[in-house]
T-cell receptor, first 113, second 112 residues
Framework: DSGVTQTPKHLITATGQRVTLRCSPRSGDLSVYWYQQSLDQGLQFLIQYYNGEERAKGNILERFSAQQFPDLHSELNLSSLELGDSALYFC????????????FGPGTRLTVL | GENVEQHPSTLSVQEGDSAVIKCTYSDSASNYFPWYKQELGKRPQLIIDIRSNVGEKKDQRIAVTLNKTAKHFSLHITETQPEDSAVYFCAASIITGNQFYFGTGTSLTVIP
């Protein structure tokens, strides 16, 4: 157990819908990262937050948004869902941006039907 | 930004043989290079890392080497076992920077 929690574990929804994925970082970690992993694909970096502020953006679609709250948990919002958004979404946390190990959560498997 | 390339994409070895996975990076400012192992359906987990002030690091059957001049680093697994079968990702980052740049992954299969 990495100490990073993600909910829900599985999510099945329909095209056009909106969902929210939640992540709680390890105690003491200020930085949160979101990744998308499609079937047989690598880890696509989406976005990073540090202490409540957005620090870096990767290949995140305009239909997706995220935020980090004062208690440091983070939410990834996916809207107008398409079949191609079906993937495993990982959250990771670290003490500082870019520093040392990123600890990954168990992931949320999103299936869009 | 940084670009990390990883080869090979798939690798099959006989149990007991060695496996080598190679990565190259483009940004000479990168100074931290972790390797993650992801078993099927599970989260990526750090298995070993190296900083740019070190040329090699070992942990039991796993070792990582870094050539800063050539901008490449490699993962070496000796005496492979079936439980080493997984996808391995390399990454590069700048300590105090904002993100890790991951390679595309290598699917390693160890044949008993």
């Amino acid at each position: 157990d990495s100490g990073v929690t993600q909910t829900p574990k599985h999510l099945i929804t329909a095209t056009g819908q909106r969902v929210t994925l939640r992540c709680s970082p390890r105690s003491g970690d200020l930085s949160v990262y979101w990744y998308q992993q499609s079937l047989d694909q690598g880890l696509q970096f989406l976005i990073q937050y540090y202490n409540g502020e957005e620090r870096a953006k990767g290949n995140i679609l305009e239909r997706f948004s995220a935020q980090q709250f004062p208690d440091l948990h983070s939410e990834l919002n996916l809207s107008s869902l398409e079949l191609g958004d079906s993937a495993l979404y990982f959250c990771a946390s670290s003490v500082m941006p870019g520093a040392d190990e990123q600890f990954f959560g168990p992931g949320t498997r999103l299936t869009v039907l | 930004g940084e670009n990390v390339e990883q080869h090979p994409s798939t690798l099959s070895v006989q149990e007991g043989d060695s496996a080598v996975i190679k990565c190259t990076y483009s940004d000479s400012a990168s100074n931290y290079f972790p390797w993650y192992k992801q078993e099927l359906g599970k989260r990526p987990q750090l298995i070993i890392d190296i900083r740019s002030n070190v040329g090699e690091k070992k942990d039991q059957r796993i070792a990582v080497t870094l050539n800063k001049t050539a901008k490449h680093f490699s993962l070496h697994i000796t005496e492979t076992q079936p439980e080493d079968s997984a996808v391995y990702f390399c990454a590069a980052s700048i300590i105090t920077g904002n993100q890790f740049y991951f390679g595309t992954g290598t699917s390693l299969t160890v044949i008993p």
